[in-house]
């Protein structure tokens, strides 16, 4: 299916579909300073990230990912959203969204004001203790790390996608993970890692938005996870109408009634323009 180049199409397509699933990836907050993991062919653009199993299985895994994160998250942790996040905010906001599904863990979409969202993957704002489940934030995690490894405060390189950044060469095996201070356990970001299942709650919830729902629109996202595609699978099933705005291959390309091919933010612009426009009538 040939893709369309403006969003005229988008446009058109929201205002004939009133009550909207959106499936929102990475390609949405690549704006914000948070990289994206694939290539206009939705293969890899570096390594993948790592398993649940490496992760629980491996103290030295652990520890080379929670040295990624230290530095990382310097500056994951105050991303600030972007037209994207504010558009698909404004969508909500008219009346047109059932519900915000996003495979993302970086709690944008809320910043910017959408309340309908299901994170699918988790938050990363977010630590978990797999031993006595208990959650705290992230934020003060990040501080007991730079306290037991003030050498590595210092360290800086290019930022990857999960909040972590590409430390290469360094001896992991000399950094300190602290332990649940509750109960000694592992601490794992409470996100899906690779290797992870999602939990039945939310595609049970996702499934029933998705069915209340009359279309489905997918923004920034590849949808090569199955924990994605099955939502696209599932609408065109169901023999729902399917939008989408991503820049390269999608794994739903031939179940596509709508495919734009532009950066996130250039695809959504007239939803802000119209709430500005909006506003100056008001004032």
């Not at 600030?80 to 906001?93: F, G, I, K, M, Y």
């Not at 979409?109 to 797999?130: E, I, P, S």
């Not at 602290?178 to 999602?198: A, R, T």
């Amino acid at each position: 299916m040939p893709a369309e180049t403006g969003s005229p199409m988008l446009r058109e397509f929201i205002e004939r579909h009133r009550r909207l699933f959106v499936l929102t990836g990475a390609g949405c907050s690549t704006d914000s300073g948070i990289p994206d993991y694939r290539d206009a062919d939705g293969s890899w653009k570096r390594s993948q990230p790592v398993t649940y199993q490496a992760f629980m299985g491996e103290t030295l895994t652990r520890q080379r990912y929670w040295a990624r994160s230290l530095v990382g998250w310097r500056r994951f942790g105050h991303a600030q959203p972007n037209d994207t996040h504010r558009a698909l905010a404004r969508l909500e906001q008219r009346g047109n969204m059932e519900l915000l599904l996003t495979q993302n863990v970086d709690g944008l979409h809320q910043r910017a004001g959408n309340t309908k969202v299901l994170d699918m993957h988790g938050r990363l704002d977010t630590v978990r203790c797999m031993d006595c489940e208990q959650r705290s934030p992230r934020h003060a995690l990040q501080q007991r790390l730079l306290d037991l490894n003030p050498a590595w405060a210092a360290l800086d390189a290019a930022d990857a996608p999960d909040g972590d950044a590409d430390l290469e060469g360094h001896d992991f095996s000399t950094f300190v993970i602290p332990p649940c201070p509750q109960c000694g356990g592992i601490l794992k970001p409470d996100v899906v890692f690779f290797g992870e299942n999602v939990p039945r709650d939310r595609v049970a919830t996702a499934m029933q938005a998705l069915e209340a729902a009359d279309a489905m629109l997918v923004v920034g996202s590849s949808l090569m996870v199955f924990s994605g595609y099955r939502f696209a699978h599932a609408a065109a099933k169901a023999g729902k109408s399917i939008a989408a705005v991503n820049l390269g291959r999608t794994r739903a390309d031939p179940l596509l009634n709508l495919k734009i091919e532009q950066p996130c933010a250039q695809a959504l612009a007239f939803l802000l323009e119209a709430s500005a426009a909006g506003a100056e009538e008001l004032a």
